[in-house]
């Protein structure tokens, strides 16, 4: 009876004291101290490499471009990159070679400058000087294979002459031999996000496909799959026309919003916490298509209006969502550019957004991500932004940087120890808001990786991202590049978790509501 008693003994006070002695460094976050979580990406904003299905119904899908003459073999080239004239006349492309398509229709398009002018052609020949698209601007493209001929709405040919100038007076219809008229369109670069799919397609056929994919890429038995294998959070990423459904602007498609509260639903359901994460300003903060950029130009710092409408998302999301019980927290930009967004520009959006979402709630955290690129992200704990539950969102990939080509996988889980873990910890100790990997995935640039490579790598990501004072979340639940897809990797046993900390304190608490019970009992029996 002796040993029995103190068996239970054992149970009851080793339970109470992971309860009672439990520091939500966390609030809201039940049967753990930080956030465990997974990203929705590529489901409410679009990112084409996630899901690369989507985009094949567009026809001419093509984004950045140049053009070859078949005749003289010289590329087309706006002048200084634009604002001047436009001439057939380099051998190699580069930037001024290259030209950002705006399309109008399946078969129309207007050609903007890396500087940011249109091509521009009549009667009096093409420069590149057009500061906003119109008619004269406006190109048909008829294609055939790599080949093009651009056509004006008049009905006249571009064609490159001998003397290496561009004009619009090819004498009838061109055929696609080797004739002035004729061009190669060479492919440069793409951006599939939610601005080309949604213009892609056309406003019905892209309500069509996005109602499809809003309703199956991500659904409640994903929520019950993440509760099972020990996650507490989503982070969702959103667009800013969401605060516009259920009728944004062209050429945006609602239904977003109601993808959202759904969500919110199935999170209350299994017990998890929503970060919503405004993934897409206007004018794009990075240039990038999961910004939603039109042409992979940048311009939401240098717009006040387009600042002052990102505020108005925010005060959108934080009104409607300010109060619901599954909301941890709104994280007010993610990935400013740090080459573009100045940081006096984004600490005063910060500091805004900070205090709308204060408006509405006490405990919500608000969450700020650091620069991408060439940024410290201690600029933000010397800001002063806010006092009370405030979170920096720092994005760890070895990848994107030619830094990480070709390391070994040793080399890699070296770099997680030695710079990762050293910046976390320096951070954890400053002075300022909690610390948040709000981005990371167990892939790197490592050839024919064996199972047991990815597993360590895993292990040693989650091991010193768990130190983060606020969390982690992995991006991301589901992709079609099967690393960096949530599910497969922990179906397939190439991340591996532990069991559910919040199904494990609900064990506890079981055993701590059996020992209360009984320990009279076993005193008396004694």
């Known amino acids: 009876m002796e040993l029995v008693f103190t068996k239970w003994v054992s149970a009851f006070f080793l339970c109470c004291c992971l309860i009672s002695s439990k520091a939500f460094s966390v609030e809201g976050i039940l049967g753990d101290n930080k956030v465990r979580g997974v990203n929705l990406g590529g489901w409410l904003v ?18 950045l471009v140049q053009l070859w003459s078949v ?15 436009v001439a057939v006349d380099r051998d190699v492309a580069s930037s001024w070679e290259t030209f950002r398509l705006w399309r109008v229709s399946a078969s129309e398009f207007q050609f903007r400058t890396v500087l940011g002018q249109f091509l521009k ?19 048909f493209v008829e294609r055939k294979d790599n080949r093009v001929h651009l056509k004006l709405r008049t009905g006249a040919y571009l064609q490159a002459m001998i003397t290496n100038q561009l004009t619009a007076d090819y004498p009838g219809k061109p055929g696609w031999d080797d004739n002035a008229a004729t061009f190669e369109m060479i492919v440069s670069g793409n951006l599939h996000g939610d601005y080309q799919l949604a213009n892609g397609y056309g406003k019905d056929e892209a309500t069509r496909v996005y109602q499809r994919h809003r309703n ?25 026309w969401i605060a516009f459904d259920p009728d944004p602007p062209a050429p945006f498609i609602g239904g977003s919003l109601e993808a959202l509260d759904n969500a919110f639903s199935w999170a209350l359901a299994y017990n998890l916490m929503c970060i919503i994460d405004l993934h897409a300003a206007p004018g794009s903060q990075n240039g990038m298509e999961h910004s939603a950029s039109n042409d992979g130009t940048l311009e939401w710092p240098n717009s006040p209006a387009y600042i002052s409408k990102t505020l108005d998302v925010i005060d959108f999301l934080a009104s409607r969502y300010g109060k619901h019980p599954a909301l941890l927290g709104i994280e007010l930009l993610n990935e400013p550019s740090a080459d573009l967004v100045p940081l006096d520009t984004l600490v005063s959006y910060y500091k805004q957004g900070y205090n709308i979402v204060r408006k509405y709630s006490s405990k919500a955290y608000v969450i700020i991500c650091q620069r991408i690129g060439k940024a410290d992200p201690m600029e933000l704990y010397e800001a002063d932004i806010g006092s009370h539950n405030l979170v920096v969102d720092l994005h760890c990939y ?15 889980i070296e770099i997680i120890y030695k710079n990762r873990q050293t910046q976390l910890q320096a951070l954890n100790s400053a002075n300022g808001p909690l610390v948040f990997v709000g981005e990371w995935v167990n892939e790197w640039d490592v050839t024919n990786g064996s199972q047991a490579d990815y597993q360590n790598f895993g292990r040693v990501q989650l091991e010193v991202y768990n130190a983060a004072s606020f969390g ?30 919040i199904r494990a304190v609900f064990d506890c608490g079981l055993w701590v509501a059996l020992a209360c019970a009984w320990f009279p009992h076993l005193l008396f029996m004694l």
């Open 46 to 63: 679009i990112e084409g490499w996630i899901k690369p299905s989507l985009f094949e119904g567009i026809p001419n899908g093509d984004m």
């Open 71 to 85: 005749t003289l073999k010289k590329f087309v080239s706006a002048e200084n990159g634009g604002g001047t004239g």
């Open 121 to 139: 052609c009549d009667a009096l020949g093409c420069s590149a000087t057009a500061q906003s698209p119109r008619n004269s601007e406006t190109f």
């Open 216 to 240: 199956n890429f991500v659904t409640i038995d994903d929520f019950k799959f993440l509760y099972r294998h020990g996650i507490n959070t989503v982070r969702i990423p959103v667009g800013w």
């Open 398 to 412: 070895n990848l994107f940087d030619p830094f990480f080509d070709h390391l070994s996988p040793s080399e890699n």
């Open 472 to 501: 982690w979340t992995y991006w991301t639940l589901k992709n079609d590049r099967k690393h960096w897809d949530f599910e497969w990797n922990i179906k397939n046993n190439y991340l591996q978790f532990g069991d559910s900390p």
